[in-house]
């Protein structure tokens, strides 16, 4: 399966590597596994927080269903 700049831009996952390469051509595995993990170590020592996309104010409209009053 090939993943076009189209759908590397709408999927996180892709974001990420991208973010991690650089624009740069990975040649193989053994690269790519340790690229990832240096990034996922920074991560994890940053602490980052989540970025919701919405507030709390709109997760409340848009999730009321869920959450009914009693």
Same mark, same amino acid.
């Given at each position: 399966?090939?993943?076009?700049?189209?759908?590397a %831009?709408? =999927? +996180?996952?892709?974001?990420?590597?991208?973010?991690? !390469?650089?624009?740069?051509?990975?040649?193989?595995?053994?690269?790519?596994? !340790?690229?990832?993990? *240096?990034?996922? =170590? *920074?991560?994890?020592?940053?602490? #980052?927080?989540? #970025?919701?996309?919405f507030?709390?104010?709109? *997760? #409340? %409209?848009?999730?009321? =269903?869920?959450? +009914?009053?009693?």
């Amino acid at each position: 399966m090939s993943i076009s700049r189209s759908d590397a %831009v709408r =999927h +996180p996952f892709c974001e990420t590597l991208q973010s991690i !390469t650089s624009d740069r051509r990975i040649s193989d595995l053994d690269t790519l596994n !340790t690229e990832l993990t *240096a990034w996922q =170590h *920074a991560t994890n020592t940053e602490q #980052r927080k989540v #970025r919701w996309q919405f507030t709390t104010d709109d *997760a #409340r %409209v848009k999730l009321r =269903h869920l959450y +009914p009053k009693s």
